[in-house]
C-alpha cells in the first residue's frame, strides 16, 4: 500500500536500466571522473606530481601494517556514524548533530571508566558501551525535543548541539576532569592501562572496534529492510503525511530514528575513548561525524554501500596523513576529494 | 562611558562580517533557498580574496575575487539543487566541506603570512560628534558597508518591487509563476547575489578582521551566522541583531579571561558559540506554541501582553524554504 505511489516511477526505471544495461553504471562513473578532474586541478595548481599523490592517498593506507591498523580504526566509528545516519536518512531526518552525539557518548563513557577504575574491565566496557549509546541518544533526542516543541528545524538544532557538545567536552578537560599535574588541551590522564581495549600486539587495532561496527551494520540493515518497524520509518522519511493517514506516530518514529543514530554515534564516541586516544581529548569526535554524513549521502543510506564506501574514506583520510611529509602539501586533499565524489555523485543522480 | 563607546564600537568592527554574510543569507533564503555552505564559502572566499590582495597589492581586486568565488560556489549549489533536482541541503553541506578542505589545501602557502588589509578612514567632521563619532564615525569602509548593508536589506525586501518578488519566491512560487516570472532564474539571481555577499564577508575576515589567513579562521562562525538567519526570522534588522549580539558576547568572553585568568583561552573562545546557541533556542522556546499554551493558563491579566511578546519573538519560515519547485 505505502509503495503504490512509488512504483510507477521504479517500474520505468527499471525498465529503462534493461534497455540500456550500462546506464546504470555510467553516471558513477561520470561522477568519479568529474571529482578526479577537480581533485586533479588542485593537485597541479599547487605544484605536485597528481600520480605520486594519487599513489599515496588512493593506496598509502594499505601500504604498512601499521597504516592499515590505522585505517581500520578510523574506519570503524565512521562506519557506526554513517549506519547510524542511514537510519535517520531513512526517516527523512538530517541529523548533522551526529559530531555532538559522538563527543555526548565519549563523554558519558568517561562515566563509568572514572568512577569505578578497578572494577573488572570486562564490566567496565560494557558499561561504558552502554552509557555511551545512552549519552548520544539523549544528545539526539534534545534535537527531537527542539524540533518538535519548540519549531527549530533539525539542521540547525544538531549544529547547535555540537557546539554544545565540544564545549562541555572542553570545560571537562579543562575543568573537573584536567590531568593532575596542569590542565593541558591534550586530553585528560589516560586510562589505566588495563581499560585500554585489547590490541594486536605493536599495532593500534583493536579488533573489537571494527566487529562491533559490522555487527550495527547488519542489525540496522536488517531492522530498515526486514521489520515493520523499518517500514513505517522509511514511510515517515517519502512523506510523513500520508505515513500519519496510515495510522503510524510520525514523531515517535523520528524521536526512534534520531535515538537509535544518536546511540551508533555515543558508541563510536565510547570507542574513540577505550580503543584510540584512552582518554577523553576535547577534538574527540574529529570530524568523524560529518565525514559520516559525506558517506551516507554518497551510499544513499543504502547498508550495502556504507561498508566500502566508508572503508575507501577512512583510507583516503589516513593515506593522505603522509602528504605533508612526503609531498610538501596539504592533508585536507583527502576532504576535497571525499567531498567532490559526494558532490558530483548527487549532480548525476536521476531528478526525484 | 568613554570606555563603553569603545566596546560598543569594538562589537560594530567584530560583527561586520557576520552582518554582511547574514544579510546575503537573508536575502537567498527570502527567494526560497537554503545556502547552507555559509562557511565552507566564507572560508574560500577569505584565502582567495587574501591571496589575490597580497599577489596583485590590490586590495579591490582582493574584494572582487572573494565575491566571484562566493557567486561561483552559490552558482554550483543553484545549478546542483535548482536545475538537477537535488537536495539543497545536502548540496550546501557537502559544498560547506569541500570548499573548507579546498581553502584549506590551497591556501597552505598563504597560512600566516602578513599581508595587506583594510586602512582606518575615519570620515572627517563626523567622526568628531560626541557619542556618535566614535560609534559610527572611526572605522574602516568595510565596518561602514556593514553597516548600509542592514537598512538597505530591509529597504530592498519591503519597501521595492524586487523585494515583493524575492519574498512572494519563498513564501509562494506558483503565484508569481502565474504573474510572468521565472522562477528557477530569480531564484538563481538571488542565491548568487547572496553568495557574493557572502564571499565579500569571507574577504572582511582576512582583509579587515583577522588582517591574514589562517586555518579554519572563521573558527565556524559561518555556522553560526546560518543560526542567526533562522532564529532571526529571516527579518534583516532582527538577524543583524544577532550577530550583534554574538560579537558583544564574543567581546564579553575575551574581557572575561583578562579579568580571571583562570579560565582557559580555549573555554573563552567556545563560550560565545554556546551562550548564542543557548540564547536562541530560549528564544524560540519562549515563541513556541507549547509557551503559549502555558500562557493560557496563567491569570487573565498577564496573558495579553505576554501573547503580544510571543506573537513578536515568533519567526515562521519563508513557506517554500528549501522546497523544489515545479512548473504548475
Known sequence: MLWLRQLPDRYTRMRLDRLKPLASLTRPLLALLAAFVLTTIALLSSGVAPLEAYRLILFGAFSTPVRLSDMIMLAAPLLLCSVGLSITFAGGLYNLGVEGQMIAGAIAAMVPLRLWPDWPPLLLWLLAGLSGAAGGALWALLIGGLRRYAGVSEIFAGLGMNFLASGLALYLVLGPWRRQTSASLSGTDLLPRELWLPTVDRLRLAPAAPVIALIALVIVWWALTKTRWGLEVRAVGLNPAAAARLGIVTARRMAETLAACGALAGTAGMLQVVAVHHALIPNISSGIGLLGLLVALLARADPRWLLPIAVAFAAFTVGSIQLPLTLGIDSAIAGVLQGALVLFALATRARR | ?328
Not at chain 2, 590582495?53 to 565575491?67: D, K, Q, W, Y
Open chain 2, 1 to 328: 562611558m568613554e570606555q563603553l563607546l569603545i566596546d560598543l564600537a569594538a562589537v560594530l568592527a567584530a560583527a561586520s562580517p557576520l552582518v554582511i554574510a547574514a544579510m546575503g543569507e537573508t536575502l537567498s533564503e527570502r527567494a526560497g533557498v537554503i545556502n547552507l555552505s555559509l562557511d565552507g564559502t566564507m572560508l574560500l572566499s577569505a584565502m582567495t580574496g587574501f591571496a589575490v590582495a597580497l599577489i596583485t597589492g590590490n586590495l579591490i581586486l582582493g574584494f572582487i575575487a572573494a565575491a566571484l568565488v562566493g557567486a561561483l560556489v552559490a552558482a554550483v549549489l543553484g545549478l546542483f539543487s535548482l536545475t538537477l533536482g537535488q537536495s539543497q541541503t545536502a548540496v550546501g553541506f557537502v559544498l560547506a566541506l569541500l570548499c573548507t578542505d579546498l581553502s584549506s589545501f590551497l591556501g597552505a602557502p598563504f597560512a600566516r603570512v602578513p599581508g595587506p588589509s583594510v586602512p582606518f578612514t575615519p570620515i572627517p567632521v563626523l567622526s568628531d560628534l560626541p557619542v556618535f563619532g566614535p560609534l559610527f564615525f572611526r572605522h574602516d569602509p568595510v565596518i561602514y558597508a556593514s553597516l548600509l548593508i542592514v537598512p538597505f536589506t530591509a529597504f530592498l525586501l519591503y519597501g521595492t518591487r524586487l523585494g515583493l518578488i524575492v519574498r512572494a519566491l519563498g513564501e509562494r512560487p506558483a503565484a508569481v509563476y502565474a504573474r510572468g516570472v521565472d522562477v528557477t532564474r530569480w531564484r538563481y539571481a538571488m542565491l548568487i547575489a547572496g553568495g557574493a555577499l557572502v564571499g565579500i564577508a569571507g574577504a572582511a575576515f582576512s582583509l579587515d578582521l583577522k588582517q591574514g589567513w589562517s586555518y579554519r579562521h572563521t573558527f565556524g562562525s559561518g555556522w553560526i551566522v546560518l543560526a542567526i538567519v533562522i532564529f532571526g526570522g529571516w527579518r534583516p534588522w532582527r538577524v543583524a541583531l544577532g550577530c550583534y549580539l554574538f560579537a558583544a558576547l564574543e567581546l564579553v568572553a575575551t574581557r572575561s579571561q583578562s579579568a580571571l585568568p583562570d579560565i582557559p583561552t580555549q573555554i573563552v573562545q567556545v563560550a560565545p558559540f554556546v551562550l548564542m546557541i543557548l540564547v536562541l533556542a530560549l528564544v524560540n522556546l519562549a515563541a513556541s506554541p507549547a509557551a503559549a499554551r502555558q500562557v493560557m493558563r496563567l491569570p487573565a491579566f498577564w496573558q495579553r501582553p505576554l501573547l503580544a511578546a510571543i506573537n513578536r519573538l515568533r519567526a515562521t519560515a519563508p513557506a517554500a524554504l528549501g522546497q523544489p519547485f515545479e512548473r504548475p
